[in-house]
Every structure is written in structure tokens, then in C-alpha cells.
């Protein structure tokens, strides 16, 4: 585990820093910020609804070992179902459309979080976080999010995967506690993340360890902010 928490801060699942909101684990540190903002939303009539938040590296890498294998769908970067790559490096590419690299996800410090609007969603909707989703049934909430975090009355939450910044596409959904996850991203270690690749069963090994330096500057460092 020392490595792990050398990479990134990982942190176990049933550590003291964690507590549960609405069945999701997020850093106790934040759990007043995001309900001053729960309550704020609220009164323009959204519900600020979580849809993922802490993940440990061993679901991250079995979301990426999925994708890799056909076993969960790969996304285009307009967000449509696309043909799984043979080549391993462009397979790699592919998934890094959407998904961070295990160990280095942003959702290992349980300071970020993925959220819609509650009140948006038809009953028995199963939210995919999509972009069309974004420009669709969820636009007014993601409008007024843009608003508040524009107006600095977001309570320290703002989006981390936009526009213009590294390659990862663009997530509105996705939002991050700046003050506390600073404090953990200073804890990153490549050269450990490379360590932790070297022993680990996943998919695409050798083209992520040929390229591990460059997808830091273009995945991983360009979202610690």
C-alpha cells in the first residue's frame, strides 16, 4: 500500500478521512462545502445528485482492464460508440478518451465528484455522463454550476477536464474540491505510478510504460490545478 499512497494519496476505502454521502465515499473535508452548494442549487431548483466520487485504483483498473478488453463500451471524443483499436497503443489512446489512468485518477482523492441534476432525470433513466446528457436533460443545471463557479460561489468546488487543458475531453459533470485535493496531489510520484504499472496485471502494460512520461504531461499534470 505504500506505494499506492505514494502515487497519488491513495487512500484504503475504509479509511478515517472518508465518510458517505448518499452511498458514495468522498473526503470528510468536503462534506460541508458540498452541501453548502446542495443547498444553494437547490434553490434554483436543481438537485445536486453524485453519480460516482472516491474510487480505489483496483475498480479503476478494472474499468480500464473492461474497456480494453470489449467488456464495457470505448466512447469516441463526441462521445460515441467507436470500434475497439488492435493496435495496443492506440487501444490505449482510446480509453484515455474517457478514463484516467488507474492510479492517477483524480477520483482516488475523494475530493472530486461526478453529479447531475436529480430533478432532471426521468424515472428509471440510467445517467451515462455524456456529453449529449450535458447539452441535453442536464444544460440549465450545468448552466447555473458554469454561473456559480464563474461568480466564486461554488464553495471551492470547479471543474478540473476542460477545454484547452491536456487531452483528457472535456467533463462537465465532473467536479473537484480545489483546496483539499491540492493538499493531496502534492503526494504524486511517476516514478512510483511506473512502479506500481511494472507489478500490475494491466491492459496495455508495455505501451503504457514506453510512454508513461509523455501521458504525464498530457494526461496527468495538466489537471492539477
Given at each position: 500500500m505504500s506505494c499506492l499512497m505514494d502515487c497519488?494519496?491513495?487512500?484504503?476505502?475504509?479509511s478515517s478521512d472518508f465518510v458517505k454521502v448518499d452511498g458514495y465515499i468522498v473526503d470528510k473535508q468536503i462534506l460541508g462545502d458540498y452541501n453548502k452548494?446542495?443547498?444553494?442549487?437547490?434553490?434554483?431548483?436543481?438537485?445536486?445528485?453524485i453519480e460516482s466520487a472516491y474510487r480505489p485504483f483496483e475498480r479503476q483498473l478494472s474499468i480500464w482492464n473492461r474497456k480494453a478488453s470489449g467488456e464495457l463500451k470505448l466512447l469516441s471524443a463526441e462521445g460515441l460508440p467507436m470500434e475497439r483499436p488492435t493496435d495496443e497503443e492506440e487501444l490505449m489512446y482510446?480509453?484515455?478518451?474517457?478514463?484516467?489512468?488507474p492510479g492517477a485518477s483524480r477520483h482516488h482523492l475523494g475530493t472530486d465528484l461526478d453529479v447531475v441534476d436529480g430533478n432532471a432525470c426521468p424515472a428509471g433513466y440510467e445517467v451515462e455522463l455524456?456529453?449529449?446528457?450535458?447539452?441535453?436533460?442536464?444544460?440549465?443545471?450545468?448552466?447555473k454550476l458554469t454561473e456559480l463557479m464563474g461568480a466564486g460561489e461554488s464553495f471551492g468546488f470547479q471543474r478540473v477536464f476542460v477545454p484547452g487543458r491536456g487531452r483528457i475531453q472535456p467533463e462537465k459533470?465532473?467536479?473537484a474540491h480545489l483546496p483539499t485535493s491540492r493538499k493531496y496531489l502534492e503526494s504524486f510520484s511517476l516514478k512510483n505510478l511506473r512502479a506500481l504499472y511494472e507489478k500490475?496485471?494491466?491492459a496495455c502494460k508495455s505501451a503504457l510504460l514506453d510512454n508513461l512520461n509523455s501521458l504525464a504531461y498530457d494526461y496527468i499534470y495538466p489537471y492539477f490545478v
Open positions: 497519488f494519496g491513495l487512500r484504503e476505502v475504509d452548494l446542495k443547498e444553494s442549487l437547490s434553490k434554483f431548483g436543481f438537485a445536486l445528485r482510446a480509453i484515455l478518451t474517457w478514463s484516467a489512468l455524456t456529453p449529449a446528457e450535458c447539452d441535453g436533460m442536464f444544460r440549465p443545471f450545468h448552466e459533470w465532473h467536479i500490475t496485471d494491466i
